[in-house]
């Protein structure tokens, strides 16, 4: 829920609706959303997290993790 709201903060702020996006999945879901993004703000668990963040620093692209 804390991520769809930072979401609609974002839209209540007037961003483009698609400059932040919500996105739910598992393991695969996140690795693809990391290979196409600028910027990544995972909330998760710390052993994905960790993932997260190396597979973000692989591409060189800001990386936010909540875990």
């Given at each position: 829920?804390?991520?769809?709201?930072?979401?609609?903060?974002?839209?209540d702020?007037?961003?483009?609706?698609?400059?932040?996006?919500?996105v739910?999945?598992?393991?695969?879901?996140?690795?693809?959303?990391?290979?196409?993004?600028?910027?990544?703000?995972?909330?998760?668990?710390?052993?994905?997290?960790?993932?997260?963040?190396?597979?973000?620093?692989?591409?060189?692209?800001?990386?936010?993790?909540?875990?």
């Open positions: 829920m804390i991520g769809e709201l930072i979401q609609d903060l974002f839209e702020a007037g961003t483009p609706k698609s400059l932040v996006q919500m739910h999945g598992y393991a695969e879901t996140g690795k693809a959303v990391i290979d196409h993004s600028d910027a990544i703000c995972f909330i998760g668990s710390t052993k994905i997290g960790k993932e997260v963040g190396i597979q973000a620093a692989q591409r060189l692209i800001p990386s936010v993790c909540r875990l």
